[in-house]
């Protein structure tokens, strides 16, 4: 079964850092996809990023980009140039095989607040 | 634009009540699904659905049914609520599998209480 592992109950970061959110997994699939979410204080989850397990080259969107190393079963989120509204709860997710299609396993979270 | 709306965003229901908890995505997507959200346990899959008429038991199903009687509406069913149902829904909705990334996009959430 896949298991998703996110360390970081809590993080700060101060305004224009940079914060990378750990992630680790579990599976024995050979083909995998991992996702990252956003959930700001209103509760939407918002898709940031996905990185498919025979992907060459990390993914990148603007200022996320996902730090894929297969070999230590890691797949952290990096932010570049922290901004007020990144404050939110961050989650991991890995896509898992049903009978019928496929669903997510989500991570417990992290919580990350940016500081002025 | 990407659309999933859920009927409430709160609600407060007491206990042995039935409850109905509706889900409208407006992207044609043939796979919808329905999460529940606890602190420390992120999101746990309920039902799913690939197809009108079609289920298949998440992770946590009991005490709950799902309805899904047309292609873009789906709905969670608690027949006789209960406190430990206390929780945020989440619905999502997605392509089919096959596409690059099928990834999932979902609602703003009911948070449900109930007493």
């Known amino acids: 079964a896949q298991k998703i592992t996110q360390t970081q109950p809590g993080m700060f970061v101060q305004e224009k850092e940079a914060v990378t959110l750990d992630c680790t997994y579990d599976t024995s699939d050979q083909s995998y996809g991992l996702f990252w979410y956003k959930q700001p204080s209103s509760g939407e989850m918002i898709f940031l990023i996905y990185?498919?397990?025979?992907?060459?080259q990390n993914a990148t969107e603007g200022r996320y980009s996902l730090n894929f190393q297969k070999a230590r079963k890691s797949a952290n989120l990096v932010i570049s140039a922290s901004q007020l509204g990144d404050s939110a709860m961050y989650f991991c997710?890995?896509?898992?095989?049903?009978?019928?299609?496929?669903?997510?396993?989500f991570g417990a979270g992290t919580i990350l607040r940016v500081k002025s | 634009d990407v659309k999933v709306t859920q009927s409430s965003r709160y609600l407060v229901k007491r206990t042995g009540e039935k409850v109905f908890l509706e889900c409208v995505q407006d992207m044609d997507h043939e796979n919808m699904f329905w999460y529940r959200q606890d602190p420390g346990l992120g999101l746990r899959l309920i039902y799913f659905s690939y197809d009108v008429k079609m289920k298949e038991k998440g992770d946590i199903p009991e005490g709950y049914s799902v309805s899904r009687e047309k292609k873009e509406r789906f709905s969670l069913i608690l027949e006789s609520a209960s406190t430990n149902q206390t929780s945020m829904y989440l619905c999502a909705s997605s392509d089919i599998a096959g596409g690059y990334t099928d990834t999932q996009y979902f609602g703003p959430g009911t948070r449900l209480t109930v007493l």
């Open positions: 990185q498919g397990s025979y992907d060459e």
């Open positions: 997710a890995m896509r898992a095989v049903m009978e019928y299609g496929n669903k997510l396993v």
